[in-house]
């Protein structure tokens, strides 16, 4: 069974940093490729970063390119997702998943079969 652990949101002013973890057990974690989504109340989920399995590929939402650097360690089959200079409107629900797929298919959610169950970050003004 596929278990995905997210940990390391939380409340920050706006300018502020955080970083998420996200560890995965249960899969052969160095053969899928991670991916980080974000909902907002009221909002559909929306991609934020993916990275292939060999960190060949990845891929940022524009919104957050500059701010964000998604990183994974295949050896702790651990993904990070580090978030900078953030913002009231980055306050959402993160949520990392994993995919078989590769290359742009990485940012489609559909794409993906596991997830966590989330966390929490919320920016404030």
């Known amino acids: 069974q596929v278990q995905l652990v997210e940990s390391g949101g939380g409340l920050v002013h706006a300018g502020g940093s955080l970083r998420l973890t996200c560890a995965a057990a249960?899969?052969?974690?160095?053969?899928?490729?991670m991916g980080w989504f974000r909902q907002a109340p009221g909002k559909e989920r929306e991609f934020v970063a993916g990275?292939?399995?060999?960190?060949?590929?990845?891929y940022y939402v524009d919104s957050m390119k500059g701010r964000i650097t998604i990183s994974r360690d295949n050896v702790q089959s651990t993904v990070y997702l580090q978030m900078n200079s953030l913002k009231p409107e980055d306050t959402a629900v993160y949520y990392c998943?994993?995919?078989?797929?590769?290359?742009?298919?990485?940012?489609?959610?559909?794409?993906?079969?596991?997830w966590g169950q989330g966390t929490q970050v919320t920016v404030s003004s």
């Open positions: 249960g899969l052969t974690f160095r053969l899928y490729a």
């Open positions: 990275i292939a399995w060999n960190n060949g590929d990845i």
């Open positions: 998943a994993a995919t078989r797929a590769t290359g742009w298919g990485i940012r489609n959610s559909d794409q993906y079969k596991d």
